[in-house]
């Protein structure tokens, strides 16, 4: 079946400008991770989904980031006034999460956001 | 503060020798997980970890988990060029449904 999927795959954009980074995960997964990662580095946890809400936001850097996922399904990523900082691939992962049993992640192909 | 830690970080090797990747992890948990990552892409599942005692293999590759000793490993058979790849653990743990990870293990397996 189909995996997660991510779009775009790339993204460069200007300093100061706002970004969505889109994530498709897998048809009747409920929960939901977006991650950061840079060169050389694990995934970092940014926040995470059960079904439309957002059960854990405490991995996002500052108010500029903000994500949704409105009808449970697919999320989208928002950076507001974004920073040279920011650049990272950004990684998204589903999984059929249930508690004390099993957590594998599936991650989609990230966006590698570029900022100038 | 749980800690996943991974020796060695980065590992050089010739195509038919043996080795292992170690993931020691600092707090109870039965549930640990290895993902590939090849440059520049994403990560791949590779094995799901959920018992003590638990083995698996794939080819080249196998993992175990003691959850006694909060040791997972994974062993490479006869290396071949294609397993050049950064290597990580993550720990799934009860209370949390994050996992937490490793920093990776870089392997680098030369013909």
């Known amino acids: 079946g189909a995996g997660v999927s991510q779009t775009p795959s790339n993204k460069v954009t200007e300093k100061g400008k706002y970004v969505e980074l889109r994530c498709d995960p897998i048809s009747g997964h409920t929960a939901l991770y977006w991650y950061r990662q840079s060169l050389g580095q694990g995934p970092e946890f940014l926040i995470y989904?059960?079904?439309?809400?957002?059960?854990?936001d405490s991995g996002l850097p500052n108010d500029r980031f903000f994500a949704v996922r409105p009808e449970g399904s697919v999320s989208t990523l928002k950076i507001q006034r974004t920073e040279r900082g920011d650049s990272a691939v950004y990684l998204c992962?589903?999984?059929?999460?249930?508690?004390?049993?099993?957590?594998?992640?599936?991650f989609g192909p990230g966006t590698r956001l570029t900022v100038l | 503060e749980l800690k996943v830690e991974q020796n060695p970080l980065f590992l050089s090797m010739q195509e038919g020798k043996n080795y292992t990747i170690y993931c020691n992890y600092s707090?109870?948990?039965?549930?640990l997980y290895w993902y590939r990552q090849d440059p520049g892409k994403s990560l791949e599942s590779l094995f799901v970890l959920l018992s003590n005692g638990a083995v698996k293999q794939e080819g080249r590759l196998m993992a175990s988990l003691d959850t006694k000793a909060r040791l997972s490993t994974l062993h490479i058979t006869a290396a071949v060029h294609d397993l050049s790849a950064t290597y990580f653990c993550?720990?799934?743990?009860?209370?949390?449904?994050?996992?937490?990870w490793g920093a990776g293990t870089k392997l680098i397996i030369k013909p």
């Open positions: 992962a589903s999984s059929s999460y249930l508690a004390g049993v099993n957590n594998e992640q599936f």
């Open positions: 989904f059960q079904g439309t809400g957002a059960a854990d």
């Open positions: 993550a720990v799934d743990m009860d209370s949390n449904y994050q996992l937490i």
């Open positions: 707090t109870t948990s039965d549930r």
